[in-house]
T-cell receptor, first 112, second 114 residues
Framework: DQQVKQNSPSLSVQEGRISILNCDYT??????FLWYKKYPAEGPTFLISISSIKDKNEDGRFTVFLNKSAKHLSLHIVPSQPGDSAVYFCAASEYNNNDMRFGAGTRLTVKP | ETGVTQSPTHLIKTRGQQVTLRCSSQSGHNTVSWYQQALGQGPQFIFQYYREEENGRGNFPPRFSGLQFPNYSSELNVNALELDDSALYLC?????????????FGPGTRLTVL
């Protein structure tokens, strides 16, 4: 029962360009969404989040967009840097519900 | 560096055996969650502990159990290991006063069941 899907296993972009990572969900009860970044041999690190009352949240080079009607969110990284190369997971939960659902991840490679 | 540590880093067991994985989180992090991450998948929620009591459980059988201790450490125990239990096991802790979503993950324990 995969309620959160990341359909692109990998993405490669040139340094300085925009990276767009996509995520779809099926559970309309989800109202809190997060992106995590994971380097090899490390646990996921929280990157940015958005609640369902917003459609955009920005933090420096990272912006998350939420389209509730399409049950779709995306993470934009501008400009992309080689240090951004990692696996990115999107996650979703119902408010105050500890059962957070993760997508399978997208491996981003930023080429110098 | 999240301040969350896990031991051991790697572990090999055989089918039917029992295993205990350990997690140590920072002082003041009174919520700990455990996740199973199979190869090529995202983390799957196993259960959460808050102040030493189970506070929610995912779709995992009872042979997955846990403990949380007053010193902010916790354990994940798995009995009667099966081949499909081979995965990376992550613990994540949450500071008191923040939402459960703002979790700090440890580096994980990779369990291989032969």
């Amino acid at each position: 029962d995969q309620q959160v899907k990341q359909n692109s296993p990998s993405l490669s972009v040139q340094e300085g360009r925009i990276s767009i990572l996509n995520c779809d969900y099926t559970n309309s009860m989800f109202d809190y969404f997060l992106w995590y970044k994971k380097y090899p041999a490390e646990g996921p690190t929280f990157l940015i989040s958005i609640s369902s009352i917003k459609d955009k949240n920005e933090d420096g080079r990272f912006t998350v967009f939420l389209n509730k009607s399409a049950k779709h969110l995306s993470l934009h990284i501008v400009p992309s840097q080689p240090g951004d190369s990692a696996v990115y997971f999107c996650a979703a939960s119902e408010y105050n519900n500890n059962d957070m659902r993760f997508g399978a991840g997208t491996r981003l490679t930023v080429k110098p | 560096e999240t301040g969350v540590t896990q031991s051991p880093t790697h572990l090999i067991k055989t089918r039917g055996q029992q295993v205990t994985l350990r997690c140590s989180s920072q002082s003041g992090h009174n919520t700990v969650s455990w996740y199973q991450q199979a190869l090529g998948q995202g983390p799957q929620f196993i259960f959460q502990y808050y102040r030493e009591e189970e506070n929610g459980r995912g779709n995992f059988p009872p042979r997955f159990s846990g403990l949380q201790f007053p010193n902010y450490s916790s354990e994940l125990n798995v009995n009667a290991l099966e081949l499909d239990d081979s995965a990376l096991y992550l613990c994540a802790s949450t500071p008191s006063g923040t939402t459960a979503s703002e979790q700090f993950f440890g580096p994980g324990t990779r369990l291989t069941v032969l």
